[in-house]
Every structure is written in C-alpha cells, then in structure tokens.
C-alpha cells in the first residue's frame, strides 16, 4: 500500500532557486495538505486542499504556492527558496476535512536551502 | 490563542518501566484531539482520536485519557519498539480542520 507518497526525499537548493515538492495519494481523499516541521516548532499547515478543485492557505503560507492538479496530487512550490524554508516537509491527506477523519502523512521531505 | 504543549521533552525509559506523556491544551471549543506516533525519518501515524473529556482509547500498551484540558498517553510496560516521537494536536470547532499541534515527547525505551 502507497498511500502518500512525496518526491523527491532529499533536495539541496540555493538561495533563489525554484523547485517543486510532488506529493500524490492513491486513498481516494478529497482533502489534502502541505505542512513543515522544524525542531522547536510542530507541525504547521501551509497549504491545504479541502478538495478537487479549490487551495487554501493554512497558517505559513508565505514563499509558497500550490496546485491540485487532479484528485490525486497535490504540489508545493517555493518559487524563490531562502535559508528560513530548509524544514521537513509533509504531505498529507484525509477522506474529507471533518472531525473524525484521519489524517495520513507521507514519509517527508528534507529540504535545505544553502 | 490555541496551544498545545507536550511535556516532557524526551523520557527515557527502562522496558517494562510505565509511565505517561501529558498533553495541555487551551482552545476555544474543542472538536477533538489527536494522537500521532512519529519514527525517525517517518511521516506521522495516526494512533487515537478523543472527542469529550472522560473518553479513553486503548491500543496495545497504549491508553488515551482526555480531560477538559489535558490528554495523557499512558503506556504500559514499554518495549524498546514503542520508541518514537509522541504527538499531540488539537482540532478548534470553526477552525476549517486546521490541526494545531505540539512538539512532541521523544520516547527511548531501553532493553
């Protein structure tokens, strides 16, 4: 079983540079999500997808931009990377965004922005 | 302002040694609170969800209680495998499915 899976793992970027988190689930969910873990700090929402169709920001929106392209993926894009971005970063999705629902994570992604 | 503070940090623990992970929470209404284990290099697990204080879930060696303002996650004579990173998080009513979560206990069981 596949669930959600993140590419790529590991991404070194320079300061400025552009490049795109790939996250797709084979669950069937309607609701998606970006969040980024730091040391210190917990996980936080940047971006999420209540469904097909429709982007919301979540709590740490800024220098990032996302897309759901069907109902399966959902990317993260940092158009101009800085130092502040290197973090872990975790896609996520849920059969629908209501209580009660479990949330399923993929495995991460170790960002580092030199 | 939502928070969620997990204490303590890091527990080392002896197998067998149990002992609980505490999870304090101020949110204005709560919908529910989430436990997740975390293993290094690994996306967070979902283990409980618990909706109103009183409530207990149990898994294994592992058993949820919800108080009106704190969780605890106790665990009952620990394996070296049930160690992990412990996390919390809190679910608002009006809050869109926004998740807040804390920082998590890192548990080491040894043998």
């Given amino acids: 079983n596949a669930g959600v899976t993140q590419t790529p793992k590991f991404q070194v970027l320079k300061t400025g540079q552009s490049m795109t988190l790939q996250c797709a689930q084979d669950m069937n969910h309607n ?4 969040y980024r873990q730091d040391p210190g700090m917990g996980l936080r929402l940047i971006y999420y997808s209540a ?3 429709t982007t919301d920001k979540g709590e740490v ?9 069907n109902k399966r993926e959902f990317s993260l ?12 970063y975790f896609c996520a999705s849920s059969e629908a965004w209501g209580l009660g629902d479990t ?3 993929g495995e991460g992604s170790w960002l580092t922005v030199v | ?51 109103s ?30 160690s992990a990173t412990y996390l919390c998080a809190v679910q608002a009513w009006g809050a869109t499915n926004k ?13």
């Fill in chain 1, 31 to 34: 609701s998606m999500y970006w």
């Fill in chain 1, 51 to 53: 469904s097909e169709g």
């Fill in chain 1, 61 to 69: 929106p800024n220098g990032y931009n996302v897309s759901r392209l």
């Fill in chain 1, 77 to 88: 894009r940092l158009e101009s990377a800085a130092p502040s971005q290197t973090s872990v």
């Fill in chain 1, 103 to 105: 949330i399923y994570f």
């Fill in chain 2, 1 to 51: 302002e939502d928070q969620v503070t997990q204490s303590p940090e890091a527990l080392r623990l002896q197998e067998g040694e149990s002992s609980s992970l505490n999870c304090s929470y101020t949110v204005s209404g709560l919908r529910g609170l989430f436990w997740y284990r975390q293993d290094p290099g690994k996306g967070p697990e979902f283990l409980f969800t618990l909706y």
């Fill in chain 2, 53 to 82: 204080a009183g409530e207990e879930k149990e898994k294994e060696r592992l058993k949820a209680t919800l108080t009106k303002k704190e969780s605890f996650l106790h665990i009952t004579a620990p394996k070296p495998e049930d």
């Fill in chain 2, 99 to 111: 998740l807040i979560f804390g920082t998590g206990t890192l548990l080491a069981v040894q043998p």
